[in-house]
């Protein structure tokens, strides 16, 4: 067997293990069906806010949940429209549970969400803890 250890860039790249074991979870696992429901839009406001929009056309804000744990903000809806008692010559319109994971920056929180016209929006703001701000250093 031909087995190799990859040190870079874990051996430079310190406090960086959970960032790349993401990349190498989405490299290897690629987009499935199960990660690719429902469709969303990442957009860039400014500098700092952004906007997650997921569009949900048939659901309803009642059956959609939102919530943030453990550094993951988690979309779902646990109803199904499986049970309908119409007859339908072309379902194209989705009606079906899910939920779509999205890791969060352990600076980035949800700043709220609302539900418009079929379009989940979550907003999203990048903080900068005034730790990790840059500073100038005197030079005496």
């Known amino acids: 067997m031909n087995a190799r250890t990859i040190t870079w860039p874990y051996a430079t790249h310190l406090g960086f ?4 074991n993401e990349l190498d979870q989405a490299i290897t696992q690629g987009v499935t ?3 690719a429901f429902p469709r969303h839009n990442i957009v860039k406001i400014d500098e700092t806010k952004f906007r997650i929009e ?8 009642e059956d959609l949940s939102v919530v943030v744990e453990d550094g993951v903000l988690v979309v ?10 119409e007859t339908y010559l072309h379902r194209g319109i989705s009606a079906k549970k899910f939920t779509r994971k999205f890791p969060l920056n352990e600076s980035v929180v ?14 999203l703001e990048h903080i900068v ?12």
């Open 129 to 140: 803890p005034e730790a990790n701000a840059a500073k100038v250093i005197e030079i005496k």
């Open 110 to 123: 949800v700043n709220g969400s609302s539900f418009v016209d079929g379009l989940l929006m979550v907003e």
């Open 54 to 61: 997921l569009a949900l056309a048939g659901y309803n804000r």
């Open 33 to 35: 069906a199960s990660n």
């Open 17 to 20: 293990d959970k960032f790349f």
């Open 76 to 85: 779902s809806c646990d109803k199904s429209w499986a049970g309908s008692e």
